[in-house]
């Protein structure tokens, strides 16, 4: 029996992917151990057999135990127990939500609706390391992938506009607690004219007294035009891994350059992007269409109406589904070649728990086979 090892299983991730394997029962024949950095020794989630207690996620010799370990723990976690482990002779599987190895030349970042054919290529080369991708590259590649593996792409803008919780719960509450803030504020002095309203809710946002300690300023009725750290050239770390990763899942040589802006804005979950895409040749637009739809079997082409558009392709819409909806499509005045695109997906599952959950299922049925 697989004995698979879970680490950082109750963060926002982790619990994701927990409620993803209880419903899909992917649990019914492993050994499931769950390790803990802070809690060694409580009560292990009811799947746990061994023993039905939580196990210390810094024993290395115990982590080597499990033939998998599966880590939300986060990138600084696997730094401190991924080289130690492997330098202590250990052979088992890794599959990591963080991005710690996603660019190492010894891993595989993991989307298996678009690169099944990359991730079984490196079982057979006994590859061992499989890392969960950005979650915004990984929702655009579910979208678009029918384009990029038609070699239809010459290059492709994304503008994105990213949830809080794409940031971790704790900007998730603090966005909650904003909202509350500026909801409390309009409430105290209730007014039917618009801008006394507008202007109490900036004299509110700009307020010393508005909860910033996690985003640094406000979110709730604004917008936040940098994520993650600076980059060489005037990108942000967030926007370089659209290039460096579509690449590597697509595993394109050469690379098809990918770049725009990445953008924090006020809602909770599910990543939204607006693309343009310049195609390689002109190609009809029920043919873009079609090829969009045979992507994998999670995207949905949407009417480029206003009807369809604002009733299915929002993240209230989205949020808590495996449906990843692209709309809008339609030719730029740019040129015929020119496509312009918008796509909403939740990054909870497709660009997060659901990866590491089908990663884990493909690794059982290689094992078996």
Known sequence: ????????????????????????????????????????????????????????????????????????????????????????????YWIDAASALRMSEDAVIILDPVNAEVIRSALAKNVRAYIGGNCTVSLMLMAVSGLFRAGLVEWMTTMTYQAASGAGAAKMLELVKQIGFLTDATRKTPSENALEVDRAMILEQRSPRLPVKEFGVPLAGSLIPWI???????????EWKGMA??????????????????????????????????????????DIEQILAGGNAWVRVIPNNKESTTRCLTPTAVSGTLSVPIGRIHKLKMGPKFVGAFTVGDQLLWGAAEPLRRMLGILRSHLNA
């Open 1 to 92: 029996m697989l004995r698979v090892g879970f680490i950082g299983w109750r963060g926002m991730v982790g619990s994701v992917l927990m409620q993803r394997m209880r419903e899909e029962k992917d649990f019914a024949g492993l050994d499931p151990v769950f390790f803990s950095t802070s809690n060694v020794g409580g009560a292990a989630p009811k799947e746990c057999a061994d023993g039905g207690l939580l196990k210390d996620g810094a024993d290395l010799r115990e982590l080597a135990r499990c033939d998998v370990l599966i880590s939300c723990q986060g990138g600084e976690y696997t730094g401190e127990v991924y080289g130690p482990l492997r330098k202590g002779k250990w052979t088992g």
């Open 228 to 238: 993650a750290e600076e980059m060489p050239e005037g990108q942000t770390k967030e």
């Open 245 to 286: 990763e579509t690449n590597k899942i697509m595993g394109i040589d050469p690379p098809v350059p990918v770049d725009g802006i990445c953008v924090r804005v006020g809602t909770m979950r599910c990543h939204s992007q607006g693309l343009c895409i310049k195609l390689k040749k002109d190609v009809p637009l029920a």
